[in-house]
Every structure is written in C-alpha cells, then in structure tokens.
Nanobody, 120 residues
Framework: VQLQASGGGLVQAGGSLRLSCAAS????????MGWFRQAPGQEREFVGG????????VYVDSVKGRFTISRDNAKNTVYLQMNSLKPEDTAVYYCAAGVAYYSDSRYDYWGQGTQVTVSS
C-alpha cells in the first residue's frame, strides 16, 4: 500500500482544513488507518484512527470534538476533517495503514506527510 497525504496549508486559528490520504492497492479496505502529527522538536503524536469499515474511530483527547476521521473505501481514501484549529495543531500530519487503528497498533505503511500551520 502506498499512501499520499494532501490538503495541508496555512489557516488562521478557528479555521478548518480537510486532509486526504489516498491509497494505492486493492487491499486498502482491509487496513485500519491512523493519523499522526509531528511538531518541530516534538515526538510524533497519534491523532486518531479509524477501523477498516469506518464504523469505529478513536481520537486523542486534545482533538476530540474538533477533528473527525472518515474513510471512503470505494475511493481508497481516508480523511481528517479539522475544525476549530488552534496554533498548537501546527505540525506535519501523516497518515498510516496498519493492522488496527489504535495509538499502539502496528502501522506498516506511511504517507509522506503534509504541513498544517495554524496562525494565531
């Protein structure tokens, strides 16, 4: 599976962005998907994940109620809708495919990352 993340950019605090992660390969729908982020000087952080069917999602507490993960298996794409963005959301965002969709799951495939910058 090859993953291509897109949709990052510069947005003002309180604004919204939607990230997309397009996957190649016919087995996309069998993978759990996760979104991660890494800010400068920080460790990579799990943002949230979605089950292979899209029926279950999990989020880190700092984004609950603001971020929503969804997927369209017919389009081999997973999305991260980010609302009410804060400057502390500034990071490079990565998508990943794995055996499950939790923070401690094994993720075998990673996208290249897309930069999100939130100005105050």
């Amino acid at each position: 599976v090859q993953l291509q993340a897109s949709g990052g950019g510069l947005v003002q605090a309180g604004g919204s962005l939607r990230l997309s992660c397009a996957a190649s390969g016919r087995t996309f729908s069998s993978y759990g998907m996760g979104w991660f982020r890494q800010a400068p000087g920080q460790e990579r952080e799990f943002v949230g994940g979605i089950s292979w069917s899209g029926g279950r999602t999990v989020y880190v507490d700092s984004v609950k109620g603001r971020f929503t993960i969804s997927r369209d298996n017919a389009k081999n794409t997973v999305y991260l809708q980010m609302n009410s963005l804060k400057p502390e959301d500034t990071a490079v965002y990565y998508c990943a495919a794995g055996v499950a969709y939790y923070s401690d799951s094994r993720y075998d495939y990673w996208g290249q990352g897309t930069q999100v910058t939130v100005s105050s």
